[in-house]
Each structure stands twice: as C-alpha cells, then as structure tokens.
C-alpha cells in the first residue's frame, strides 16, 4: 500500500497523519460530550487536552528517538518528521498523563475523573492509528510461513505477523470492554483508567514478542518492560482504591456536593 494518501501541489498527505488526525478528532468530540454530560467546564477540559496532545506527541517522539539515537545522530533532520512513522505509545501515555495530572490540578478538576473519561477513547485512538503502521509498512512480526499463518502480510517479498492487526483488535475489544464498565455505576472512579492501563499493557506485552522492530536497552525490549511496570504499577492501584473508595453508585450524592463546592 502506498504510505501516501494524496498529494496537493508539493504537499504529500500520508495515511499516517490522516488516521492520527481522525483518531484525535473522535476522541475530542466524544470526550467533550462526557465532560459535558458531567457537568464540567468544556473550556477547560479542551485547554488540558490540546496541552495533552502537544506533549503526548513530542513525548511519543523524543521517546522513539532516544531508543533509536544511533541512527538519529546521523540524521537529525529527521527528528521532526513524524509523518514518516516513529512515535512510541509508552512515550505519549507517559507524558500526556503528567500533562493531565497538572491541568486537572490547576482547574480544580478530579483527575481520575477525567482519566476515566479518556481512557475508552484512547484505546480505540490507538487502535485507529495502528493502521497508519499498515500503511508506513512498519511495526510488523518476524517472518511465518503463509500456509501457517494465512492473515501474514507481505513486506519486501517476505510474509510477516501483521502484529500492528493483532494490537489494534486487541485495542477494539478493549474499547468495548471499558466502555462497558464505564457505563456501570459498580465501579469507582479512577478504574476506568486503571484498567485501560492494565489491559493495553498486556496485550502489548504479549504482541511485542513478535515484532522485529522493537526499541531496545541492551537485550531488553522497553516496550515489554514499560509495559510489564505499568501493569504491576496500574494493577496495585486499582486494589488500593477499590478498598478506599465507595463505587459510584454508592457516592453519588457526596459527589454532587463536591462538584458544586468546586465549582
């Protein structure tokens, strides 16, 4: 498949570009009606989200580069380029939720609330700008035989694992099962967002074993070990706050009053 989408005048518009665009414009509208629907200030909100999505990108990016420096060090131009691929999801999470923390604090939000908002969104965000991967041929498996593995796709005359396919189905199902819990009043806040946490980072703990292009540390995938932190880290969370907190159903009322004392 050609990366390229189309071109006006010099101007080549990649298919990568046009499904992170589309990813960040669904999760925009579809996050804004929650925060709407919650009661919250939406000017605020869509301040800390462009702030999040700014830094969520560089983050992304300086996260790839750094893991890929030999090669960037000899080709700094390139560094800006991120429609030719190259932005590392650990990055973007890592850095758009310190964005998050500090505007939810600087706006007197609740910061798992609006976490908890996001995170459906986000997955299903993730699973649409998998596909710009299909498109920059990259982020693909080692080599299978096709007999064996009849969904391989082919890169340079090889047939490969498609795993950019495996994760973004793994990120769908994700979405409806967050989507799901986000809709039950059983569970309290912040779980929407810990189990987001949780179940991307297993499933891409699994999925990068098959890839061949996976950023480093010695003989050590960061992708698996970031992933393998955050799903201890997310899971020991969820205990503690599911033995703090009272589930949503249960607090509704304390939860309106502090909502109006905030405002």
Wanted: glycine share 10%.
């Amino acid at each position: 498949m050609d990366p390229i989408a189309f071109e006006i005048g010099p101007l080549a518009v990649r298919w990568y570009g046009l499904l992170i665009a589309a990813a960040f414009i669904i999760g925009l509208t579809m996050t804004g009606r929650s925060v709407k629907k919650a009661g919250l200030n939406e000017d605020h909100y869509y301040n800390i989200v462009m702030a999040m999505i700014l830094f969520a990108i560089l983050g992304a990016r300086l996260y790839y580069v750094l893991f890929n420096w030999s090669y960037y060090a000899a080709h700094m131009a390139e560094i800006p380029a991120i429609w030719h691929g190259g932005l590392a999801i650990h990055g973007g999470i890592l850095a758009g939720t310190a964005v998050l923390f500090l505007g939810a604090r600087h706006y007197r939000f609740r910061f798992w609330q609006l976490a908890d908002i996001i995170a459906p969104w986000m997955i299903l965000g993730q699973a649409i700008g998998r596909w710009g991967n299909f498109f920059n041929h990259e982020a693909y498996g080692y080599a299978v035989d096709k007999a064996k593995v009849p969904w391989a796709i082919n890169i340079n005359g090889q047939w490969h694992h498609p795993t950019f396919l495996y994760e973004s189905i793994w990120n769908v199902v994700g979405f409806g099962i967050l989507m799901a819990i986000s809709r039950s009043q059983r569970h309290r806040e912040g779980e929407v967002a810990l189990i987001y946490l949780m179940y991307y980072s297993a499933g891409r703990f699994v999925i990068e074993g098959f890839r061949t292009d996976s950023l480093m540390l010695g003989p050590l995938r960061m992708a698996q070990v970031i992933s393998l932190v955050i799903l201890v880290g997310a899971g020991t969370l969820l205990v503690i706050r599911r033995r703090r907190e009272k589930p949503l159903a249960a607090s509704t009322h304390e939860r309106k009053e502090k909502h109006e004392h905030e405002r």
